[in-house]
């Protein structure tokens, strides 16, 4: 998708905790070999329209960068999963899920709660 944006090396990390001060950010960590994973992703391509006005979205590509993977499961305190999406805002996350649970529709809601709270 056009506004998925890649998340290459640690620094593209850190500055997407930052920028979620000002706009809930999106993770999405996707296993290229994986079914569950490209059902995920394609789930969230198809309902891509309900996240791209609320939400920055990234995308790891989970088989290239490993260590990314690593330091965001560091960083953000979570356990790593795959495909996984992460949802931080104001630096902290707010909402995870993996598997077969993703759905774009829930993960705009969930941003829609914690926009409220």
Same mark, same amino acid.
């Given at each position: 998708?056009?506004?998925?944006?890649?998340?290459?090396?640690?620094?593209?990390?850190?500055?997407?905790?930052?920028?979620?001060?000002?706009?809930?950010?999106?993770?999405?960590?996707?296993?290229?070999?994986?079914? %569950? &994973? !490209? +059902?995920?992703?394609?789930? @969230?391509?198809?309902?891509?329209?309900?996240?791209?006005? =609320?939400?920055?979205?990234?995308?790891?590509?989970?088989?290239?960068?490993?260590? %990314? &993977? !690593? +330091?965001?499961?560091?960083? @953000?305190?979570?356990?790593?999963?795959?495909?996984?999406? =992460?949802?931080?805002?104001?630096?902290?996350?707010?909402?995870?899920?993996?598997?077969? &649970?993703?759905?774009?529709?829930?993960?705009?809601?969930?941003?829609?709660?914690?926009?409220?709270?």
């Amino acid at each position: 998708m056009n506004n998925w944006k890649p998340i290459l090396t640690e620094q593209d990390v850190l500055d997407i905790i930052e920028k979620s001060t000002e706009k809930p950010q999106i993770l999405f960590k996707d296993s290229l070999t994986c079914g %569950i &994973s !490209a +059902f995920a992703k394609e789930r @969230l391509m198809n309902d891509n329209a309900i996240l791209a006005d =609320i939400a920055d979205f990234n995308y790891l590509d989970l088989l290239a960068h490993r260590d %990314i &993977s !690593a +330091f965001i499961a560091s960083k @953000l305190d979570v356990i790593h999963q795959s495909p996984q999406i =992460i949802v931080v805002m104001d630096k902290k996350v707010v909402f995870r899920d993996s598997h077969h &649970s993703i759905d774009a529709k829930k993960i705009r809601d969930q941003i829609n709660l914690n926009i409220i709270s």
